[in-house]
């Protein structure tokens, strides 16, 4: 077990000292010791004075277990990416016609539980955990962070490069720039848009000022008769 060495336990930024607890690797257990987890990186170390210590940004996830079917005692569990020589096991002799898969595309991954003989200090050991592991940033996502970062997007040098740009004008602009041809063809769409709508308000029954000329004109040369025979019925009648 090379991973675990002797060193002394950690004075500064101990947000959580666990005494009695049990270290577990891959299912097996490196024995009893105290876990301290401090502002710099999380250590446990065996009452020899023998441990290992995992640095924050190397640790993907961190929970507390109560399922007794995954494992039989509540825990911490902890996941850090990174490989340990406990957890190596001896290859399997490949058989004919395999090929050989290459671990350089594979994440190494492991799974260490500590479980105190204190259950009660689950979530004080949790709440340490997160504390301390967002003093530990990932730099991976700092990175993200900074893509769009740097000089201003410029964008005439960008339409430049892309070659022809449609230019666009007012209309006054516009009609500075048509020729002859241009503003007599203009000229004879607005005469005949102006007679189409024209034509529409009529159609439609909208009264403008010579639409209620006409109407009243009309009132009276039409209805004049009609009343005069009105009155010649009359006097007939009578």
Not at 3 to 8: A, E, V
Not at 15 to 21: A, I, K, L, S
Not at 139 to 151: A, F, R
């Amino acid at each position: 077990m090379s991973f675990l060495k002797r060193f002394p336990p950690p004075a500064d930024g101990v947000r959580h000292r666990q005494p009695d607890t049990e270290a577990v690797l891959a299912g097996r257990s490196l024995g009893a010791g105290t876990l301290y987890i401090a502002e710099s990186r999380l250590s446990w170390l065996e009452n020899s004075g023998v441990g290992f210590s995992l640095d924050y940004p190397t640790i993907s996830l961190h929970a507390v277990s109560r399922d007794l079917n995954a494992y039989p005692w509540e825990h911490l569990y902890v996941m850090v990416n990174a490989r340990f020589e406990e957890e190596e096991t001896k290859e399997a002799p490949m058989a004919e016609g395999e090929e050989e898969d290459s671990d350089d595309d594979v994440e190494p991954i492991a799974e260490f539980r500590f479980v105190p003989s204190d259950k009660s200090a689950l979530e004080a050991m949790f709440s340490a955990m997160c504390e301390c592991q967002a003093l530990h940033p990932d730099p991976e996502d700092e990175d993200s962070d900074n893509d769009y970062e740097g000089d201003e997007y410029d964008v005439e040098a960008r339409e430049l490069e892309q070659g022809d740009i449609p230019t666009f004008y007012t209309y006054e602009e516009g009609l500075s720039h048509l020729t002859a041809e241009g503003q007599a063809t203009l000229e004879r769409l607005e005469g005949m848009l102006a007679q189409s709508v024209s034509s529409q308000y009529n159609m439609a029954g909208v009264r403008t000022e010579d639409s209620i000329r006409e109407f009243e004109d009309g009132m009276e040369v039409d209805i004049a008769p009609a009343v005069a025979g009105q009155f010649e019925d009359a006097e007939v009648d009578h």
